[in-house]
């Protein structure tokens, strides 16, 4: 079956640091997603992205948070001056589609665990 | 804006038993409803969903869901539950309708154990 994969399982860096988490989602969909879940929270949608730009975002995904489709596969999280507050699992995902009556479904990777020291 | 409540966050079951979790979604339309599981170390599996017709959604692993409108519900259960069940599930909505947007809105979860 067909899977999200995300790179680096677990990353640990220093506050203030640039960090980079990478995805490539299932090869025919159209829709990708990050989400993040802090240790002992619910899962929060961070954005979406189609057709090379954001279609939308949350209120956490400030300006110290971009999304990049580099190349046919690869969907990047990059997370610039990281803090304290920014260590939590980030979930990659896609979709063929937008969730309405086609009954398209969004496959979560395994996610990337970031630790912020 | 929608919201989903998971009333249980921790349950404790015998394999073999029975296994009903809870979930309530707020939401002014009919939404989309889902339950992802998480097994220690790994990702959101999709259990089930619903959008539209039957009520009681079939997945996999022997669970089913059934969608209650009159009280908001989106009940998971399991008439036998496994040892390899234990995990956390969360319920999920995301806005129903044409054009809406793709967004999922997660529950806190319920963390399942077996004993034995």
């Known amino acids: 079956e067909p899977e999200v994969t995300q790179t680096p399982s677990h990353q640990v860096t220093q506050m203030g640091q640039e960090v980079i988490l990478r995805c490539v989602p299932i090869?025919?969909?159209?829709?990708f997603y990050w989400y993040r879940q802090i240790l002992g929270q619910k899962v929060e949608f961070l954005v979406s992205?189609?057709?090379?730009?954001?279609?939308?975002k949350s209120e956490i995904f400030d300006d110290q948070f971009s999304v990049e489709r580099p190349d046919g596969s690869n969907f990047t999280l990059k997370i610039r001056s990281t803090k304290l507050e920014d260590s939590a699992m980030y979930f990659c995902?896609?979709?063929?589609?937008?969730?309405?009556?086609?009954?398209?479904?969004?496959?979560f990777g395994e996610g990337s665990w970031l630790t912020v020291v | 804006a929608q919201s989903v409540t998971q009333p249980d966050i921790h349950i404790t079951v015998s394999e073999g038993a029975s296994l009903e979790l809870r979930c309530n979604y707020s939401?002014?339309?009919?939404?989309?409803l889902f339950w992802y599981v998480q097994s220690p170390g790994q990702g959101l599996q999709l259990l089930l969903k619903?959008?539209?017709?039957?009520?009681l959604v079939q997945g996999i692993k022997g669970f089913e869901a059934e969608f209650k409108r009159s009280q908001s519900s989106f009940n998971l259960r399991k008439p036998s539950v496994h040892w390899s069940d234990a995990a956390e599930y969360f319920c999920?909505?995301?806005?129903?309708?044409?054009?809406?947007?793709?967004?999922?809105?997660f529950g806190t979860g319920t963390r399942l154990q077996v004993t034995l």
């Open positions: 995902a896609s979709s063929e589609g937008r969730l309405h009556a086609s009954g398209n479904t969004i496959y």
């Open positions: 090869s025919n969909h159209l829709y």
């Open positions: 992205f189609y057709n090379n730009e954001i279609s939308e």
């Open positions: 939401y002014g339309a009919t939404p989309y």
């Open positions: 619903y959008f539209s017709g039957d009520t």
């Open positions: 999920a909505v995301a806005p129903g309708g044409f054009g809406t947007a793709s967004k999922l809105t």
